[in-house]
C-alpha cells in the first residue's frame, strides 16, 4: 500500500513527485492565512484579541474568502488525483469556532465552518478529524486543529478561566481519540494537524519569537503515541523540521511546508517498507 503525503500547502498548489500511489495523506492547512503577518506583530499583551478585530472586521472578512477560495483551489486539485485523500483540519482552515479563546465567538461570520462546506464538494477527500476510516486493512485516525501543545504548559500560574477551560477542552480531546485507538486494529496511521511535543520535529527556530527555543508540539499526540504505539503518525504545522523521528516503535514524520514537498510511504503488512522524502532533509 503507497501513500502520498503532502506538507502544509496555505493555499499554493501542490507539485506531485511521486507518480505511483494509492491513496493522499494531507495534515492540514490547505488555506492560505493573509492575516499571518498581523498576527505575528501583534504586541504580546494584546494577544487575547483576535487579529480581525485588530485589522478590522469588513478588510478581514475580504481577507478570509481570498484564503477560503486559495483552500478550495487545493482541495479541487487533490481531489483530481483520482485517489482517496485523507485530511484533517489544520488551525488555518476556517474549522468554525476556536476550541480556545471565547472571543471568538463574537463574530457569526468567524464562526462559518468553511472547512466542512469545502470537504462536502469534493468526493475523494475523506475528513478524519477525530473519526475512523479504514482503508484496505489500514486503519487512520485523525486529530486535527492543534497548533500548540494544547496545555498551557507555558502561562504563568493560577491559570486564568479561558486557560482553565483550555485544560478541560484538551482532556476532552485525549479521551475522544483514546476511545477510537482502543477500537483501532493494526496497522494504524495516526494523522496529527501538529507534530507530537518534544522531539526534534517541534522546537521552534525563530529569533524574533517569544517562544523562541521551546517546543510547541502536541501532547496529546504525544500521549496517544505513548500509549498506544500506532506503526506511523503523520504530521506538518511546524514548518521548519521536514523530516522523522521515533517515539518507541512509532515512526513520527513531520510533512514539512510548502508546494514542492512530497513523501511516499510504502506499508506491508504491519511494516513500514519505504518512507522517501522529497525534497531530503
Known amino acids: 500500500m503507497r501513500f502520498l503525503i503532502l506538507g502544509d500547502l496555505h493555499g499554493a498548489l501542490p507539485k506531485i513527485h511521486f507518480k505511483e500511489f494509492d491513496a493522499v495523506i494531507f495534515p492540514g492547512d490547505f488555506c492560505s ?4 503577518d498581523i498576527l505575528f506583530k501583534i504586541p504580546r499583551e494584546k494577544w487575547h484579541i483576535p487579529w480581525y478585530n485588530i485589522v478590522g472586521r469588513k478588510k478581514a472578512k475580504e481577507m478570509i474568502k481570498r484564503d477560503v477560495e486559495r483552500g478550495r483551489k487545493v482541495l ?17 482552515d476556517y474549522y468554525g469556532n476556536s476550541a480556545f479563546l471565547k472571543e471568538y465567538y463574537e463574530w457569526k461570520f468567524y464562526r462559518t465552518n468553511f472547512y466542512k462546506n469545502l470537504i462536502k464538494q469534493f468526493p475523494n477527500i475523506k475528513d478524519c478529524h477525530f473519526k475512523q476510516r479504514k482503508f484496505k486493512g489500514i ?21 486564568t478561566k479561558e486557560q482553565k477551560r483550555r485544560i478541560k477542552l484538551s482532556d476532552l480531546f485525549l479521551k475522544k481519540l483514546q476511545k477510537l485507538f482502543k477500537k483501532a486494529k493494526a496497522p494504524v496511521i495516526f494523522l496529527s494537524h501538529n507534530v507530537p511535543y518534544n522531539t526534534k520535529l517541534d522546537k521552534i527556530i ?7 527555543g521551546k517546543h510547541f508540539g502536541s501532547i496529546i499526540t504525544r500521549r496517544i503515541i505513548e ?10 504545522h511546524m514548518h521548519e ?31 513500514i517498507k519505504r518512507l522517501e522524502f522529497h525534497p531530503k532533509p
Open 33 to 36: 492565512f493573509e492575516g499571518r
Open 241 to 271: 523540521h521536514l523530516g522523522k523521528c521515533r517515539i518507541g516503535k512509532t515512526v513520527v514524520v513531520n510533512a514539512g511546508f510548502g508546494p514542492d514537498k512530497n513523501i511516499l510511504l510504502e506499508i506491508k503488512g504491519n511494516k
Open 227 to 236: 500509549k498506544y504505539k500506532p506503526l506511523i503518525c503523520i504530521a506538518g
Open 76 to 92: 479541487e486539485k487533490l481531489n483530481k488525483l483520482n485517489a482517496p485523500v485523507f485530511i484533517v483540519p489544520g488551525n488555518i
Open 139 to 159: 486503519t487512520i485516525i485523525g486529530y486535527g486543529l492543534s497548533s500548540s501543545p494544547d496545555y498551557p504548559i507555558y502561562a504563568k500560574r493560577p491559570y
Open 206 to 212: 525563530n529569533k524574533s519569537s517569544p517562544m523562541n
